[in-house]
């Protein structure tokens, strides 16, 4: 069954550090890949996606994410983290054929931002 | 050009009590697909609707069920509700034309008490 594991539920940064938030998917076939950040009660935001081409995503707010086949992973990453960035931070993976697409989310990392 | 919207905001409700959530999808948007969100969760895939039709489900019992209408909006409802129930409903909308990408709406904060 395909799946997504999202290493550590928490995850403590210093302002200006960097961030790093794993994600590891199980497909059998070749997925599509997205991260989506929630802020507190509030909906889901889209960070960035995979779907095909370059496999270096770049999204909003400075994340970038590298989709590695080899391992079957899609680490979310920013170079400096922001105290706005302070968040809970979902990967997900789209399955399905043409027009039967649903998500399989993670668990979720909630990020903190230490000043 | 609006985004997803849903209604209610929030919503309180008796266990064994029925309710009725409403989502309108992105403009040119025709396919709704509804999530619950358990408190400390990640989403999960309830059933998604085209044309009308249940296109899909998730591993939800029968007590939730739904409607998609003409203009493409959609309605989940959930009887006998039960306390585990409780949980944030996120609406999420697409293109069926290959669209990958789905988008959310803010959601639905359900409490059974």
């Known amino acids: 069954a395909q799946s997504v594991t999202q290493l550590g539920s928490h995850v403590s940064v210093s302002e200006g550090a960097l961030v790093l938030l794993r994600c590891n998917y199980s497909?059998?076939?070749?997925?599509?890949l997205f991260w989506y950040v929630q802020y507190p009660n509030q909906g889901l935001q889209l960070l960035l996606k995979y779907t095909t081409g370059a496999t270096l995503v770049k999204g909003i707010n400075g994340f970038e994410a590298e989709f590695k086949k080899s391992e079957t992973s899609f680490h979310l990453t920013k170079p400096s983290a922001h105290m706005s960035d302070a968040a809970e931070y979902f990967c997900?993976?789209?399955?399905?054929?043409?027009?039967?697409?649903?998500?399989?989310f993670g668990t979720g990392t909630r990020l903190k931002v230490l000043a | 050009d609006a985004g997803v919207t849903q209604s209610p905001t929030h919503l309180i409700k008796t266990r064994g009590q029925q309710v009725t959530l409403r989502c309108s999808p992105k403009s040119g948007h025709d396919t709704v697909s509804w999530y619950q969100q358990a408190l400390g969760q990640g989403p999960q895939f309830i059933f998604q609707y085209y044309e009308e039709e249940e296109r899909q489900r998730g591993n939800f019992p029968d007590r939730f069920s739904g409607h998609q209408f003409p203009n493409y909006s959609s309605e989940l409802n959930v009887n006998a509700l039960l306390l585990g129930d409780s949980a944030l409903y996120l609406c999420?909308?697409?293109?069926?034309?290959?669209?990958?990408?789905?988008?959310f709406g803010p959601g639905t904060r359900l409490t059974v008490t």
């Open positions: 497909s059998s076939v070749p997925p599509y």
């Open positions: 997900a993976v789209s399955l399905g054929t043409s027009g039967t697409y649903k998500y399989i």
């Open positions: 999420a909308s697409s293109f069926d034309r290959a669209e990958v990408q789905q988008y």
